[in-house]
């Protein structure tokens, strides 16, 4: 079912407490963890407590959650005291995407270029 749980999603199983993460905030909708392999200073993914494959469906089904990563990301970024920051939603094989429980990545502390690769 969308949005329940998934038993073979590694970012359910952040949310529900049985695989560790760095979590750095906490809401009722969403959860944001240092990534394991991080790609600037700050680089923090916002994930939402329910599971869609994407931030598209995720938007679809539940933009009240999809406007509350949007939120937490800038809340990370103050934070760390970013003044600038670079929120990313790969979405699909073709652009990166590796998990696929739909996320946010928040990078920050270095300068960025445009455009990405
Ligand atoms: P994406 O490629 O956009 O799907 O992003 C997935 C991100 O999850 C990558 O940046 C990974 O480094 C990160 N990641 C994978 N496993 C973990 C983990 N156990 N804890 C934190 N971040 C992870
Ligand atoms: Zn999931």
Same mark, same amino acid.
Request: hydrophobic share 40%; glycine share 8%; aromatic share 6%.
């Given at each position: 079912?969308?949005? =329940?749980?998934? %038993?073979?999603?590694?970012?359910?199983?952040?949310?529900?407490?049985?695989?560790?993460?760095?979590?750095?905030? =906490?809401? =009722?909708?969403?959860?944001?963890?240092? %990534?394991?392999?991080?790609?600037?200073?700050? /680089?923090?993914?916002?994930?939402? @407590?329910? /599971?869609?494959?994407?931030?598209? =469906?995720?938007?679809?089904?539940?933009?009240?959650?999809?406007? %509350?990563?949007? @939120?937490?990301?800038?809340?990370?970024?103050?934070?760390?005291?970013?003044?600038?920051?670079?929120?990313?939603?790969?979405?699909?094989? *073709?652009? *990166?995407?590796?998990?696929?429980?739909? /996320?946010?990545?928040?990078?920050? *502390?270095? *300068?960025?270029?445009?455009?990405?690769?």
């Amino acid at each position: 079912m969308p949005g =329940e749980p998934q %038993d073979d999603c590694l970012f359910c199983k952040i949310v529900a407490g049985h695989v560790p993460a760095t979590i750095v905030r =906490e809401t =009722e909708t969403t959860v944001a963890f240092r %990534d394991i392999n991080p790609q600037a200073p700050t /680089h923090v993914l916002v994930i939402p @407590r329910v /599971h869609y494959r994407d931030a598209a =469906e995720l938007a679809a089904a539940e933009p009240a959650v999809a406007a %509350d990563i949007l @939120r937490e990301a800038k809340a990370v970024a103050d934070e760390d005291k970013l003044e600038s920051y670079r929120m990313v939603f790969n979405t699909g094989s *073709g652009a *990166g995407q590796t998990v696929w429980h739909a /996320h946010a990545h928040v990078l920050g *502390g270095r *300068g960025m270029q445009w455009p990405p690769g």
